[in-house]
T-cell receptor, first 122, second 107 residues
Framework: EVQLVESGGGLLQPGRSLRLSCTAS????????MSWFRQAPGKGLEWVGF??????????EYAASLRGRFTISRDDSKSIAYLQLNSLETEDTAVYFC????WGSGGFPDFWGQGTLLTVSS | DIQMTQSPSSLSASVGDRVTITCRAS??????LAWFQQKPGKAPKSLLF???SLQSGVPSKFSGSGSGTDFTLTISSLQPDDFATYYC?????????FGQGTRLEIK
């Protein structure tokens, strides 16, 4: 059974940094791209970015507004995808979801984690 | 960025009804469209990809159609478990973008 479990959320002050983790099980992690999405309270879904598999260079794509502050990485030996968030802003308050993408090169989400809540507030 | 516009934004229907939600892209996305269901406080659930292909385990009461810029999600024989918010997402062009969501409520 495919499972994705996000962790690392919490309450942080503006300007701080945080790393979220997405621990995967039930499939060969290295064969799939992994993506992050977020959802601000009461709002819709927003794509953050994704990381391709090593076979496709392990390269990343990001939402333009987040590029430079957010970085996605992966550790295939641990089956974990990471989202590094720097210079946090109050607007980053959201539930952060990770998902598995169908292809090594990207594509559509087929499985989602339950999400982890990040609150940015002074 | 490609804008995805869903209509209606909210919809009231009764158990047993058949409903259709529309998603329009601001430019041609081929069939690179996915649909998701989300219930309050829960993660999204993937329903369809490629505009019309069901994800594994998703019942055939959900169906999708369209290509280019105009797409539809149809849900037949509504059951209480189907009342949720539905999103479309294009994955043809970065950044991947979502529609604003359609809230399906019980009448």
């Amino acid at each position: 059974e495919v499972q994705l479990v996000e962790s690392g959320g919490g309450l942080l002050q503006p300007g701080r940094s945080l790393r979220l983790s997405c621990t995967a099980s039930g499939f060969t992690f290295g064969d799939y791209s992994m993506s992050w999405f977020r959802q601000a309270p009461g709002k819709g879904l927003e794509w953050v970015g994704f990381i391709r598999t090593k076979a496709f260079g392990g390269t990343t794509e990001y939402a333009a507004s987040l590029r430079g502050r957010f970085t996605i990485s992966r550790d295939d030996s641990k089956s974990i995808a990471y989202l590094q968030l720097n210079s946090l802003e109050t607007e980053d308050t959201a539930v952060y979801f990770c998902s598995r993408l169908r292809w090594g090169s990207g594509g559509f989400p087929d499985f989602w984690g339950q999400g982890t809540l990040l609150t940015v507030s002074s | 960025d490609i804008q995805m516009t869903q209509s209606p934004s909210s919809l009231s229907a009764s158990v047993g009804d058949r409903v259709t939600i529309t998603c329009r892209a601001s430019q041609d996305i081929g069939n690179y469209l996915a649909w998701f269901q989300q219930k309050p406080g829960k993660a999204p659930k993937s329903l369809l990809f490629g505009a019309s292909s069901l994800q594994s385990g998703v019942p055939s009461k959900f169906s999708g159609s369209g290509s280019g810029t105009d797409f539809t999600l149809t849900i037949s024989s509504l059951q209480p478990d189907d009342f949720a918010t539905y999103y479309c997402q294009q994955y043809n062009t970065y950044p991947f973008t979502f529609g604003q969501g359609t809230r399906l409520e019980i009448k």
